[in-house]
């Protein structure tokens, strides 16, 4: 008997020591990431592997990048990750087919630099989702399809970005059919963010009711979730993802940090006398945070393990490790941020066991 358990403490100790998020959270959703083409071949591979089962592009797939010229697709970051998920049976989350940001320069213009019509930028939008969905159907089981189309102006709903003031609210539903037409299997997600903030939840949810009555083939709403330790609280979670779940819609959090400053939207300069260092006391707050998060994550999952068969699909964390974050430059430059599970070292943090551990 004590041979057999000591047999069986071999087989299954080490088995444990290397589980990741993934296999702690295999009942509830798949844990992914948002990676470069460069991070897989990296020193992070190793860490990716071992902790995710779900890979997003950061940038190799949005328009700019991939689309450079009106007759130029740049496949190669974006075939290398999708490529590397093959490879590894990963799923693959798209991201993303129509933003204001990262648009490449020609898309709003004609040859003679004069601002396009509806008719000629819709034309742009389907041949861009026809070829990038088309060339990963199969591939690639969810799309980001429209990002951040609803407005930071709380008096109104759609941003007024180019897409807007040149197609009117069209562009958004167009999206979605060309989307559906190119992978009839893909499922098709309104991606964005502040989503839990009581007015934004509001607009973003009529948004999504008028898209439903219309008929448009969405799936699902990804609520980014660059949050901070001090917010979202856990009412204003639980509400927004039942708002959501109440049409019908899935629910993922596609782009998961937790912040150590609080929500700014104005771009500046560090100053030298702001303390950009991870104390004990932030950590500690921010382990409550994810803590309390990753429990309603886990009673609003889909999957078998959950205690309801709730909306939520799929998590997703914005990079891999403290060493770097996009929030390090955004939206103060040069400011460090510790958003993340994994330290600068990429060892885990207070706020990892805390997520594990349940
Ligand atoms: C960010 C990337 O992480 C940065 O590398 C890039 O410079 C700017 O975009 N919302 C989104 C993401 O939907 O695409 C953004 O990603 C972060 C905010």
Known sequence: MRYILFLFALAYLPGRAQQGLKDYYRGYFPVGVAVSARSLTGPDTNLILRQFNSITPENAMKMGPIHPEENRYNWKDADAIVDFCVRHRLRVRGHNLCWHEQTPAWLFKDANGATVTKEVLLQRLKDHITAVVGRYKGKIYAWDVVNEAVADDSTRLLRNSPWYSICGEEFIEKAFEYAHAADPDAQLFYNDYNTERPEKTERVYQLLKHLLAAGVPI????????????????????????????????????????????????????????????????????????????????????????????????????????????????????????????????????????????
């Open 219 to 358: 799936t699902g709403v990804g609520l980014q979730g660059h949050w901070s330790i001090f917010e979202p609280g856990p009412a204003a979670l639980r509400t927004t993802i039942h708002r959501f779940a109440a049409l019908g819609l899935k629910v993922q959090i596609t782009e998961l940090d937790v912040s150590v400053y609080p929500w700014e939207k104005q771009r500046r300069q560090h100053r030298p006398d702001e303390n950009d260092e991870f104390t004990p006391q932030l950590e500690q707050r921010q382990a409550d945070q994810y803590k309390q998060m990753f429990a309603i994550f886990r009673e609003e999952a889909n999957g078998p393990a959950a205690p309801a068969h709730g909306p939520l699909t799929g998590v997703t964390f914005w990079n891999i490790t403290d060493r770097h974050t996009w929030l390090d430059d955004y939206p103060v430059l040069g400011r460090k941020n510790y958003p993340l599970l994994f330290d600068t070292n990429g060892q885990p943090k207070k706020a990892f066991w805390e997520v594990v551990n349940f």
